[in-house]
């Protein structure tokens, strides 16, 4: 018998073999080649909790959530999933963006599992809760749960192990303050090659706020979930010494509705339908330099999203006669940064990013809108006083195409986090 899949069948008959309360159990039984041994294991979970606060000004009138928002060609969505909702952006002076409660444990020989509350001073809402299997054969892994989607390479990152305290624009308008995260199921294979190859499939229940909104009452159709499927593939090459590089690409279809009020009465009057896609790629490379606390370490990355929603208009209060007619928008965006060890424990980076390049709307009535782009660049300086803090000076430049005008606005951030307790390993 494989040694692997040994390692999964022969506690699980031995278990079959006990006494009926097995699934409470907190001891677990290995196989080996002297024989099959008892060993126990404590069932208190690793428990941790990120404390992420910080400073924030920008010189526009309105705040630069507002104006983040008014960019043309993306734009208010009104979707409102089950899940979904806006944090509202960062307010001017102090914030706490939340604080991060984790719970993680093994649980026996067959899967681990783990749970995060993000807690803020409006309340607490349950950021991730993920069963994963542990030991499925031909490099095989099943999760599920709410979890992250593992698409790209900053949608799995929790908002601590940022490089910068905000995310990119392409994230912040087309997937919102969330990111990917939804309840579903992922199926990942570890190739077994010589050189590093993960492949997944995702589905998800499709509640996103910005991209995968779904109202599902009248006029609406029902569409029964999963209403979202993602496809992704990781292609690390084999570098010598202390260089490592990887490369991805990924792609998504969901189904997406949207309610808007025309007329401004408060009241909704036109619906729309249908399929919302993305598609695109990242590539990461990474120096580990061999000098302590981090000085000369070396990160670059870039990721390229492209989206576009297909949409029926299925009723119109005030001009029923574009009923059955369609709206598409195509967008796309990217940004590009790179971090660098300037000495024990300190970092320097910068970002650069635009949105827009792409960005076409064609209306039911037949007429066809093109915008401009938008564009922010950004730089950063933080001190890691060691494993457990960390302290973030950033400066934003962004000249944004709104439906004003153009709007330049400079913002400035002042980071300052803490992890109380054990806390996992982050990701490649």
Known sequence: MNQHLALCIVPLIAASMTSGYAFAQTSVQPASSSGFQRSFQSFNPDVSAIVDMYYHQDDSEEGISHVIGET??????????????????????????????????????YF????????????AELETAEIET???????????????????????????????????LIYK?????????????????????????????????GDNENMFAYHGE???????????????????????????????AFAATGKHQEEHDGNADGLADHWLDGDSTFWGGDVVYKYNAPRPYGQ???VAQAEYFSRKKDLELVAHDLAPQFVGNHRVDKQDGYYVQAVYGVLPRWRA???????????????????????????????????????????????????????????????????WMISLGAHGAHKF
Not at 112 to 123: E, L, N, P, Q, V
């Open 112 to 123: 681990k599992g783990s749970a995060i509350a993000a807690i803020d001073t409006d309340g």
């Open 134 to 168: 542990t030991c499925l054969p031909w490099g095989l892994k099943l999760r599920g749960g709410k979890f992250y989607s593992d698409f790209g390479y900053l949608n799995a990152q929790h908002a601590h192990a940022w490089d910068f305290t905000d995310q990119p």
């Open 173 to 205: 308008l087309t997937l919102g303050d969330h990111g990917l995260n939804d309840k579903g199921l992922q199926l990942s294979w570890l190739a077994p090659t010589p050189f590093y190859l993960l492949a997944g499939v995702e589905a998800f229940q």
């Open 218 to 248: 009248e006029p609406l159709p029902m569409h029964d979930g999963p209403r979202l499927g993602v496809g992704w593939v990781k292609v690390g090459p084999n570098l010598r010494g202390n260089h490592a590089l990887q490369f991805g």
């Open 349 to 415: 980076g910068v970002r650069w990013e635009q949105v827009g390049l792409t960005n076409d709307s064609e209306l039911p009535n037949g007429r066809t809108e093109s915008f401009g782009a938008s564009d922010r660049v950004g730089i950063m300086l933080d001190f890691t006083p060691s494993e457990f803090s960390r302290i973030r000076l950033q400066a934003n430049q962004g000249s944004y195409e709104t439906t004003d005008g153009t709007e330049d606005v400079t913002e400035v951030y002042v980071q």
């Open 72 to 109: 043309v060609g993306f734009g208010h969505t009104h979707g409102h999933g089950e899940e979904g909702h806006d944090h509202g952006g960062p307010a001017e002076g102090f914030n706490l963006r939340h604080v991060e409660l984790q719970f993680s444990a093994e649980v026996d020989p």
């Open 296 to 298: 000369g370490d070396f």
